[in-house]
């Protein structure tokens, strides 16, 4: 049997999140198959500034990341993944990436990136498990 946490201590244990982060924090897309947690980059699609915070306080185990301004991409291939790091670089959360609507831990408008294509976030959650 898995182990159940209360909503209460889920939701507690995404708000360090947003201190990790920290002000200024990157958010970077990338192409390809994503490493293991932390490990080498594949090619950087896009860059985006993140919001200082990073996230509002955490609700019934749902960190809600404030939506960044819109980007442009930085070279050509299909999204695949991104990762959260702080201003200094120092990774903080990797994770899938889709098309609006595609499930994605992180959605885009597209995920077709080319070099100087707009790209937005149409959705952006994390969410704690084990119910």
Same mark, same amino acid.
């Given at each position: 049997?898995?182990?159940?946490?209360?909503?209460?201590?889920?939701?507690?244990q995404l708000?360090?999140?947003? *201190?990790? @982060?920290?002000s200024?924090?990157?958010?970077? =897309?990338?192409?390809g198959?994503?490493?293991?947690?932390?490990?080498?980059a594949t @090619?950087?699609?896009?860059?985006?500034?993140?919001?200082?915070p990073?996230?509002?306080?955490?609700?019934?185990?749902?960190?809600?990341?404030?939506?960044?301004?819109?980007?442009?991409?930085?070279?050509?291939?299909?999204?695949?993944?991104?990762?959260?790091v *702080?201003?200094?670089?120092?990774? @903080?959360?990797?994770?899938?990436?889709?098309?609006?609507?595609?499930?994605?831990?992180?959605?885009?408008?597209?995920?077709?990136?080319?070099?100087?294509? *707009?790209?937005?976030?149409?959705?952006? *959650? =994390?969410?704690?498990?084990?119910?």
């Amino acid at each position: 049997m898995t182990t159940g946490y209360s909503s209460t201590l889920r939701t507690a244990q995404l708000d360090p999140i947003t *201190t990790a @982060v920290g002000s200024a924090g990157l958010l970077r =897309i990338y192409d390809g198959a994503r490493p293991a947690t932390g490990g080498a980059a594949t @090619v950087k699609l896009a860059e985006f500034t993140l919001g200082s915070p990073f996230a509002p306080g955490a609700a019934a185990a749902v960190l809600s990341p404030t939506i960044p301004s819109s980007t442009t991409g930085l070279a050509a291939s299909t999204a695949t993944w991104f990762r959260v790091v *702080t201003s200094g670089g120092t990774q @903080v959360i990797d994770g899938s990436v889709t098309a609006s609507g595609g499930g994605g831990d992180l959605q885009l408008n597209t995920t077709t990136i080319s070099i100087g294509l *707009t790209i937005t976030v149409s959705s952006w *959650t =994390i969410t704690r498990g084990n119910a």
